[in-house]
């Protein structure tokens, strides 16, 4: 394989950047490159690094030799100040050297090539650098830390153990030699339930980490416009003592805790003969019951238009919340929140409602792992295949298809750990990883 370079911190001013090398032979170019004659590997080292003899800058080294490395090959690591002129300088360098620029995830997937780490760990991986919560963060690295992979092998050991029992038994019975008795049954229907709790504890990334919605509605001039902008910490949308004022629905990013939200604001509830204003309305009153929270701003308590909203919203998503309570007096008895979009007053309650609603859903999965789509979906055919086995055992069926159907819930788990693989399956996995990882 050829040497590879890529920066691996992004492309901006920073204090340092890092720049990955990895490959077999790129050793060979430290001398000419740090100006160092002998290194021990794992060390930092102090270096100057030379463009053709010219010092571009001080820089951290740390040389690995394989396998002990990351990818598992050759390799090593330059620490040099984060200035896009050095940043552009060093890929001249590297590219002069005759060094290749990495693909996104090429260090990853030299790394499960090499048999440094299983297909499953390094997607979970790339999950846990795109974590945006800290849930994921927790999720994707038991899966990645924890015993994810110990558990696939496990139950494929198991599988391939049933297996050889019935191919035993088709091969050999003849010859006296029992290789199954009921037992079998026993153990294959533990297997199916070990395997079906096993599944109830992994998350779909999908489900997870995809942001939770929070609309804003309510009457004209309720003070939806300026709720949003507090929620979202700047003056995001236009405000003005006209009712009427927002008639496209907006949105945008919002911190919470530690969990990001996308929150709309949307145009005010009200008769009017004003026909994009109308159109305005219907859409946010069309999206109220796929959103994950929705806040009804009032500044006074309406019930038709809260009970209208109670009809489409899902169960218990809707807040009904007052607003301009440092002009109005608050009522808790009516609202579930009382809020001053002026003053800020409130808001601390309101978004922690916010953040444990949406956790109490996360909760519910009660899971110990994350998982992507593929697996999911390869869980659902092992389950399948496992299920058919067993009971093709109980009806006395042919036992070569019992040993199909084994067969092929086991390599459904080898294609998870990666024991199995297509090229385009890797071209999938690793394109979407970060230069550099
Ligand atoms: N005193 C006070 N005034 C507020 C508060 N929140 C909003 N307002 C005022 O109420 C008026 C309407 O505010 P917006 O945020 O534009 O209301 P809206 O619900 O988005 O209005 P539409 O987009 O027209 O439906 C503006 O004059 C705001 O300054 C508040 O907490 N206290
Ligand atoms: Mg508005």
Redesign the pocket.
């Known amino acids: 394989m050829s040497i590879v370079y890529a920066l691996a911190t992004p492309p901006v001013k920073s204090a340092i950047c890092i720049f990955r090398v990895s490959g077999k032979g790129c050793h060979k170019h430290i001398k000419a490159l740090f100006g160092l004659d002998l290194f021990e590997p794992r060390r930092f080292y102090l270096s100057n690094f030379y463009d053709g003899g010219v010092v571009i800058d001080k820089v951290g080294l740390i040389v690995f030799k394989g396998p002990e490395s990351y990818t598992g090959e050759d390799s090593f690591e330059v620490y040099s100040h984060g200035s896009l002129g050095i940043m552009s300088l060093a890929v001249d360098v590297f590219k002069n050297v005759g060094f290749d620029e990495a693909a996104p995830g090429e260090f990853t997937k030299r790394a499960f090539l090499n048999e440094k780490i299983s297909l499953n760990e390094a997607e979970s991986l790339s999950d846990l650098i795109e974590s945006t919560t800290s849930k994921e963060v927790f999720l994707s690295g038991s899966s990645l830390f924890g015993d994810l992979s110990e558990k696939l092998m496990g139950f494929s050991n198991r599988i391939n153990d049933a297996r050889v029992r019935v191919e035993g038994e088709i091969d050999f019975s003849d010859e006296g030699e029992v290789f199954m008795d009921e037992s079998l049954i026993s153990d294959l229907g533990l297997l199916v339930e070990d395997f079906n709790s096993f599944v109830s504890m992994c998350a779909n990334k999908r489900d997870l980490s995809s942001k939770k919605n929070v609309f804003l509605v309510?009457?004209?001039?309720?003070?939806?416009?300026?709720?949003?902008?507090r929620l979202v910490g700047y003056e995001r949308?236009?405000?003005?003592?006209?009712?009427?004022?927002?008639?496209d629905m907006i949105s945008s990013e919002a911190f919470f805790e530690t969990s990001v939200f996308s929150v709309f604001?949307t145009?005010?509830v009200?008769e009017t003969d004003d026909v994009i204003e109308e159109k305005g309305i219907e859409m946010s009153l069309s999206q109220l019951g796929d959103a994950d929270v929705v806040i009804g701003?009032f500044?006074e308590y309406d019930e038709e238009v809260v009970d209208e909203f109670k009809k489409r919203c899902s169960d218990g998503s809707l807040f009904v919340v007052q607003?301009?309570?440092?002009?109005n007096e608050a009522n808790y008895k009516l609202f579930d929140f009382c809020?001053?979009?002026?003053?800020g007053l409130g808001f601390s309650d309101l978004k922690k409602a916010v953040v444990s609603f949406s956790d109490d859903e996360i909760e519910k999965t009660n899971s110990n792992y994350l998982v992507r789509g593929r697996h999911v979906k390869i869980f659902d055919g092992v389950t399948k295949d496992l299920k058919a086995a067993l009971l093709g055992l109980k009806n006395n069926k042919t036992l070569e298809l019992v040993a199909e159907d084994l067969k092929n819930s086991r390599s459904g788990l080898d294609e998870l750990l990666g024991k199995k693989f297509s090229d385009s399956l890797l071209g999938d996995i690793f394109s979407s990883f970060c230069i550099g990882k």
Not at 323 to 327: A, G, L, Y
């Open positions: 309510g009457p004209t001039n309720s003070g939806k416009s300026s709720v949003f902008n949308a236009i405000v003005t003592d006209r009712p009427g004022t927002t008639r604001d145009a005010g009200r701003v500044e607003n301009k309570i440092d002009v809020v001053s979009a002026k003053t």
